[in-house]
């Protein structure tokens, strides 16, 4: 059976080491959705790799609107996924909470949640009326050396995501779908900045959690590099 991979986040690094260990195991038939925002660039040189194996979107989940638009034109041309990885994100600000702020917390929360909210309601039943599938969230890692108390929005949209997740995972449980959380340690940014975890260290829990190998783990959050 073909299988189609879409992955939100798909231009973040963990996205895009992601598609360079998948890109070689895909056969004829497979395809990569990839979505990313502004920044489609960055998929060049993995579309060259392997052409035709990789359908790039450029979604701002920041509007509802082009969400939709988005799931719409998803379903009207191409099978339904065998596969969903949300690794879509904003980047954690910390802050005390008297300096919340409340329209990056919505964007914020539309970028993580709510889109997750909307992928899965239209793609969760069709992919259960398939015969199964996996589904992965990335929560919030946060950053080195920030006290959790500087990470109230994070904090918060991190739960609310590992709850959805949950509650999706006993759901569809009996229809062969699972829906797990990877929780990443703060990874090194792009800029150079410290921390525990790259993304190549985190790859290999997404593609356990997307394996057949993980058919009976599902509702579960697996940690890289952090407790």
Same mark, same amino acid.
């Given at each position: 059976m073909s299988k189609t991979y879409l992955i939100t986040g798909a231009t973040s690094p963990l996205g895009l080491v992601l598609m360079d260990r998948l890109l070689p195991t895909l056969a004829e038939g497979d395809l990569i959705l990839a979505q990313g925002s502004g920044d489609l660039a960055r998929l060049a040189s993995l579309c060259q790799s392997r052409p035709g194996f990789i359908r790039p979107y450029d979604v701002d989940f920041t509007q509802p609107l082009a969400v939709r638009a988005f799931l719409s034109d998803l379903a009207d041309s191409y099978p339904v996924p065998t596969h969903l990885i949300h690794l879509a994100g904003m980047r954690d600000l910390p802050a005390p909470y008297a300096c919340f702020d409340e329209e990056r917390f919505i964007e914020s929360r539309a970028v993580l949640? $709510? =889109?997750?909210?909307?992928?899965?309601?239209?793609?969760?039943?069709?992919?259960?009326?398939? !015969?199964?599938?996996?589904?992965?969230?990335?929560?919030?890692? &946060?950053?080195? $050396?920030? #006290?959790? !108390?500087?990470?109230?929005?994070?904090?918060?949209?991190? =739960? @609310?995501?590992? !709850?959805?997740?949950? =509650?999706?995972?006993?759901?569809? @449980?009996? @229809?062969?779908?699972?829906?797990?959380?990877?929780?990443? &340690? #703060?990874?090194?940014?792009?800029? &150079? $900045?410290? !921390?525990?975890? =790259? #993304? @190549? $260290?985190?790859?290999?829990a997404v593609l356990f959690l997307l394996s057949e190998d993980a058919a009976k783990i599902t509702g579960v959050t697996l940690p890289v590099g952090t407790l």
């Amino acid at each position: 059976m073909s299988k189609t991979y879409l992955i939100t986040g798909a231009t973040s690094p963990l996205g895009l080491v992601l598609m360079d260990r998948l890109l070689p195991t895909l056969a004829e038939g497979d395809l990569i959705l990839a979505q990313g925002s502004g920044d489609l660039a960055r998929l060049a040189s993995l579309c060259q790799s392997r052409p035709g194996f990789i359908r790039p979107y450029d979604v701002d989940f920041t509007q509802p609107l082009a969400v939709r638009a988005f799931l719409s034109d998803l379903a009207d041309s191409y099978p339904v996924p065998t596969h969903l990885i949300h690794l879509a994100g904003m980047r954690d600000l910390p802050a005390p909470y008297a300096c919340f702020d409340e329209e990056r917390f919505i964007e914020s929360r539309a970028v993580l949640l $709510d =889109s997750a909210a909307l992928l899965c309601k239209a793609f969760l039943p069709r992919m259960a009326e398939a !015969g199964g599938g996996r589904v992965v969230f990335q929560l919030p890692s &946060g950053l080195p $050396d920030v #006290p959790a !108390g500087q990470m109230a929005a994070s904090s918060t949209l991190k =739960s @609310a995501l590992e !709850g959805l997740a949950r =509650s999706l995972a006993e759901e569809y @449980a009996a @229809a062969g779908l699972t829906v797990n959380c990877i929780l990443p &340690g #703060p990874f090194r940014t792009e800029s &150079g $900045d410290p !921390g525990p975890v =790259s #993304p @190549a $260290d985190v790859v290999p829990a997404v593609l356990f959690l997307l394996s057949e190998d993980a058919a009976k783990i599902t509702g579960v959050t697996l940690p890289v590099g952090t407790l």
